[in-house]
């Protein structure tokens, strides 16, 4: 009784995830919310203005202690984590469907992960994955409220934060734009980190113990490195395997991503520097991220 209520309980949450008629209906077009290139420019225009101006205000007033937000900080996490974990399994049942579906087309020059990381020439956005990644390019518009928070509370703005939550923007909207190979791997991985990274804030802005190493920046740096091993694999796929599609995009993200590895780089090799000097700084600290410590030290100096 119990497993049959549990394989139920499976089939109806799979219903959910990746049969729905507007999920397997799907179709990125001009008319949807966020679909062009002019929203695309003004929404990153606007959120990096808007971070500025806040920054520039709170300096001009000379406001040196931070701004109580009382529970929002952590209300932001829980959202985040809990939105995420959602696309993770999402995508993850969407992409089982179509493999599922369409595998008879590719099987016999494509295996399911190759699937994964190059989709066919001609591959169109319509879809479980691309409802799935049209759903992860607007979570990105909640993202950013971490660094209008962040200003709030530390005073501080970050350069790679400002970097990263626009590359994001802009790489999830190529995703759909260019019907680009490597996104439904890309979106598995960056939303189970983004589900450990903000259930873990969660968790230290409501009280609880911080992790005795910074446990936010390990984990995109496993990512980091991840991802770089999958674009390695996107680009032996589309010399050996036929081609990939939208790999003009994917050359973009590319070089986007190199720099963003390059700037987290030194960031994490100078985390680690701060941290042995102020070890006991850090260990003490109720900040939610070793990342805010390192800007505000570097930001005296």
């Known amino acids: 009784m119990n ?14 995830l990746s049969e729905q008629k507007s999920i397997v209906a ?11 290139w002019s929203f695309l420019i003004i929404s990153i225009s606007t959120y990096i203005i808007t971070s500025a101006t806040l ?14 937000l009382g529970p929002i900080p952590a209300l932001h996490s829980l959202a985040m984590s809990l939105i995420s974990a959602t696309i993770f399994l999402g995508i993850l049942s969407s992409a089982a469907a179509e493999i599922r579906d369409t595998r008879w087309i590719w099987q016999r020059s494509k295996t399911p992960f ?5 989709f066919p020439i001609g591959t169109r956005p319509s879809g479980r994955v691309f409802f799935w990644s049209y759903v992860f390019y607007l979570s990105r518009f909640l993202h950013i409220f971490r660094t209008f928070l962040t200003i709030l509370r530390r005073r501080t703005l970050s350069f790679f934060q400002l970097f990263n939550h626009s590359i994001l923007i802009c790489m999830s909207f190529l995703w759909l734009e260019f019907s680009q ?3 439904v791997i890309a979106i598995l991985l960056m939303t189970l980190v983004f589900t450990l ?24 740096l496993i990512f980091l490195v991840c991802n770089l091993a999958c674009h390695i694999g996107v680009l032996l796929l589309h010399f050996y395997k036929g081609g990939c599609n939208g790999m003009g995009a994917w050359f973009f993200n590319s070089v986007l991503n190199s720099f963003v590895l390059l700037i987290f780089l030194r960031s994490y090799v100078k985390t680690y520097y701060l941290i042995r000097e102020n070890y006991f700084h850090v260990a003490a600290s109720s900040i939610s991220e070793v990342g805010d410590f390192v ?3 570097t930001s005296n100096k």
């Open 3 to 16: 497993l049959s209520l549990a394989a139920a309980t499976i089939k109806r949450i799979n219903y959910w």
């Open 26 to 36: 799907f179709q990125w077009s001009p008319i949807m919310w966020g679909s062009t």
């Open 55 to 68: 920054h520039l205000l709170l300096l001009l007033i000379g406001r040196r202690r931070p701004i109580p």
């Open 114 to 118: 190759q699937w994964l990381l190059c």
């Open 181 to 183: 190979s490597f996104q």
């Open 197 to 220: 990274v903000y259930g873990y804030r969660f968790w230290t802005e409501i009280g609880f113990r911080r992790a005795r190493f910074p446990f936010v920046m390990n984990c995109h």
């Open 295 to 297: 800007t505000s030290q």
